[in-house]
Nanobody, 123 residues
Framework: QVTLVESGGGLVQPGGSLRRSCAVS????????MAWFRQAPGKEREVGAA????????TYAESVKVRFTISRDNAKNMVYLQMNNLKPEDTAVYSC????????????????WGQGTQVTVSA
């Protein structure tokens, strides 16, 4: 069983930055890809960013490319999402996710979720 505990998030003004963190325990973190999802009000959940097991490959949704950066520290069992130049349309509940397998292969390989945290971008 794997447990994910998130931190960070909250309220930020447009153009501001936030850093999300996710601590993972219970499985071999360093062998598996990780991802950050988000779900805006009235919309389906989407994958915002994903990172391979050693951090050598990353994938981003078009809407967050350049502005968001996913990273991981396998020594600490942590994955991060740095969000810059935030826009009101980035307002959503953000969740980290544990992916079975070393390279991102899609949502069907997600095996565990963090608790989700609201990020609100508003003046």
């Amino acid at each position: 069983q794997v447990t994910l505990v998130e931190s960070g998030g909250g309220l930020v003004q447009p153009g501001g930055s936030l850093r999300r963190s996710c601590a993972v325990s219970g499985r071999t973190f360093s062998d598996n890809a990780m991802a950050w999802f988000r779900q805006a009000p009235g919309k389906e959940r989407e994958v915002g960013a994903a990172i391979s097991w050693r951090g050598l490959r990353t994938t981003y949704a078009e809407s967050v490319k350049v502005r968001f950066t996913i990273s991981r520290d396998n020594a600490k069992n942590m994955v991060y999402l740095q969000m810059n130049n935030l826009k009101p349309e980035d307002t959503a509940v953000y969740s980290c996710a544990f992916h079975y397998g070393g390279d991102w292969a899609g949502v069907r390989f997600i095996r565990a979720w963090g608790q989700g945290t609201q990020v609100t971008v508003s003046a």
